[in-house]
């Protein structure tokens, strides 16, 4: 049976569940103001060329050294962003009952979050970062603002929101989603925290999930990395953890678990998610690339062919739609080849449309693929 029927069929029976599910999710915020570079502009507002591809882009920036260069940004949408926040409006798309808990403004909620806020019973612990997103044909740019998160600490947190509801709101989740790691200083110390003063006074419950995403840590030292890499398999004795990564991020943790580099086929992307799980010793790693995904689970490996765009209306988000698709699949009793058709269309759905998807639409998407 192939992958879009066998999903088709287990949404049939598992899709009601969602609306069951609980979910807190963390720990960041931004405002992302999606931009394209200028390449020509012939008149005012939506009047000109953009930059195609990073190629083109860095190739303009490279002429310029020892010059100077002067490259418009023309903003098309300004809205809420950041991999908690796109990634829980997502899984809220999907029916989940999701509580959030993040940086949406410090004295004020920013107003890109005001529905959101509602919308997830939201707890803002600072200001949101401000990211703007060069988008391109073949990738994106994100250049980043975010002192704001350097006062996120487990102290601050229970500051803001209290010893007893943090501790609720862990205890009633099906699904703790904590990402960005890289964008925030002291998110190791946040987890180590959660280790040692929050899960052992919680009720034991092997069946949640926990969700981490690292959110390209190349800025990040070697050493950084592999301390956090070291810390999400201690949370294996709290439930089950999923660590999503992009192609560059895999490939950048399997070198620094020290595998030797392959060639990107169908097979060994999922020799890649199964020996980077196995020495992270986690219940599942997937791995999405921009056509493809797999995943290593206690099952095996799983592999899809996702349905990619040429000309997309936005990509910034679609890893975390993608790893909202997963989690969701895998929270309502998903296989694991079922749960990687469920992300890659939650993906597919959202870069053609710009919108986060209901199961429903995800059902009728699939059957169209």
Aim: aromatic residues 8%.
């Amino acid at each position: 049976m192939d992958s879009k029927t066998l999903t088709l069929q287990e949404l049939k029976v598992n899709a009601h569940s969602a609306s069951s599910k609980k979910a807190l999710i963390g720990i960041d915020g931004f405002v992302d103001k999606i931009v394209h570079p200028v390449d020509q502009r012939s008149g005012p507002g939506d009047q000109f060329t953009a930059i195609a591809t990073i190629a083109e882009f860095g190739a303009r920036i490279s002429s310029a050294a020892g010059k100077s260069a002067n490259i418009e940004l023309a903003q098309i949408l300004e809205k809420l962003g950041g991999n908690g926040p796109i990634m829980a409006s997502a899984q809220c798309a999907h029916g989940v009952q999701v509580r959030y808990l993040g940086a949406l403004g410090k004295s004020t909620i920013h107003p890109v979050f005001t529905e959101f806020a509602q919308q997830t019973n939201a707890v803002s612990i600072a200001d949101p970062g401000i990211t703007h997103a060069a988008e391109f044909s073949d990738g994106k740019i994100m250049l980043g603002s975010m002192s704001s998160l350097e006062e996120i600490d487990y102290q601050h947190i229970v500051n803001i929101m209290g010893a007893d509801e943090l501790s609720n709101s862990f205890a009633e989740a099906d699904l703790i989603a904590m990402v960005n790691w890289t964008m925030i200083p002291y998110l190791s110390d946040v987890f180590n925290d959660f280790l040692e003063r929050l899960l052992p006074t919680m009720p034991e419950n092997k069946e949640r999930i926990f969700f981490f995403d690292l959110a390209d840590p190349e800025k990040r030292s070697k050493e950084d990395l592999l301390e956090v890499l070291n810390i999400f398999g201690k949370f294996e004795a709290f439930g089950k953890v999923i660590l999503g990564l992009n192609l560059r991020e895999a490939e950048q943790v399997d070198a620094l678990l020290g595998f030797e580099p392959i060639e990107n086929t169908p097979d060994n992307l999922q020799v890649l998610a199964a020996r980077i799980r196995e020495a992270l010793k986690l219940d599942t790693l997937v791995v999405h690339p921009t056509h493809d995904a797999a995943c290593a689970t206690p099952e095996g490996t799983a592999y899809v062919k996702g349905p990619f765009c040429e000309k997309p209306k936005i990509t910034t988000g679609a890893g975390d739609h993608f790893n909202s698709g997963f989690v969701t699949g895998r929270l309502i009793g998903l296989s694991p080849v079922a749960a990687l058709t469920l992300a890659a269309a939650t993906s597919g759905f959202y870069v053609r449309t710009a919108v986060s998807p209901s199961l429903d639409e995800l059902a009728e998407f699939i059957a169209n693929w």
